[in-house]
């Protein structure tokens, strides 16, 4: 017997995309809601049980203008370019996540919450080796994924992105977070334009799994 209704909850694994052409942005997203799915994230694991996680919520309409002229700035022609570059070579997802990215990155400013998923660096020694770059991402990542099934589950969508980080001091100031703590994205979150995603199309498993040994003619 299993806890969980398995159709169920593989479907909210399998279905819980990056949005961000069905983003309904004429709808108000309560507060509740949010901090609803945030205190679920707090579920998450972290390394040593740190618990650095930190939120930022940004709903004020000047400083998500702000964030989004970051966040193009951060994008430049990278989102253009790569629309342009996949479709000439027939990556047809590919095209589509740029197309769609474009998208987001010409109506951010519009989307009602901006979530800014921060971790605490205090505890980092200087020049972090690689474990624990590994430690402090590992910390947030599992939380930014509940946050964005959580939404999920309650009709709303949600999408990571990074390229605001470009300008992450500039962020830092508008926002008044302190040096003692990183950004590690941005994800606009509204209301879903109904809620009928599907799963995307993945490699076959067997191109990249290894079982006990590494097998050399799979592509590293
Ligand atoms: C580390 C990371 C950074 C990302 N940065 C951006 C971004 O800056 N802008 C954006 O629109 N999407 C960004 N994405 C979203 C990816 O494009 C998206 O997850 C991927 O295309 C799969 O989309 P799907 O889940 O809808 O299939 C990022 C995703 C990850 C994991």
């Not at 205190?39 to 996680?53: C, L, V, Y």
């Not at 939404?151 to 001091?169: C, F, P, V």
Request: hydrophobic residues 40%; contains cysteine.
């Amino acid at each position: 017997m299993t806890t969980f209704d398995l159709a169920e909850t593989d479907r909210l694994l399998t279905t819980t995309r990056a949005v961000r052409k069905r983003l309904d942005l004429e709808r108000e997203v309560p507060r509740g809601i949010i901090r609803e799915c945030l205190e679920i994230s707090q579920q998450a694991p972290t390394g040593s049980n740190r618990q650095g996680w930190r939120w930022m919520v940004v709903t004020d309409t000047a400083k998500r203008a702000a964030l989004a002229d970051l966040y193009r700035r951060g994008a430049g022609n990278y989102l253009s370019d790569g629309e342009k570059q996949s479709a000439a070579a027939g990556k047809s997802q590919d095209a589509r996540v740029f197309g769609s990215a474009q998208y987001l990155a010409e109506r951010l400013q519009d989307v009602p919450v901006h979530v800014i998923p921060c971790i605490r660096i205090d505890h980092l020694p200087e020049n972090p080796p690689p474990r624990a770059w590994a430690g402090l991402m590992g910390s947030i990542w599992p939380a930014v994924w509940s946050l964005q099934l959580a939404l999920r589950a309650r009709g709303l969508g949600s999408a990571l992105t990074t390229l605001h980080l470009a300008h992450e001091k500039e962020a830092a100031e508008l926002l008044g977070i302190p040096e003692t703590v990183m950004q590690v994205g941005l994800l606009p979150v509204a209301y879903t334009i109904g809620t009928d995603f599907q799963p995307a199309k993945r490699p076959p498993l067997d191109t990249i799994l290894h079982w006990d040994d590494w097998d050399a003619a799979k592509d590293g």
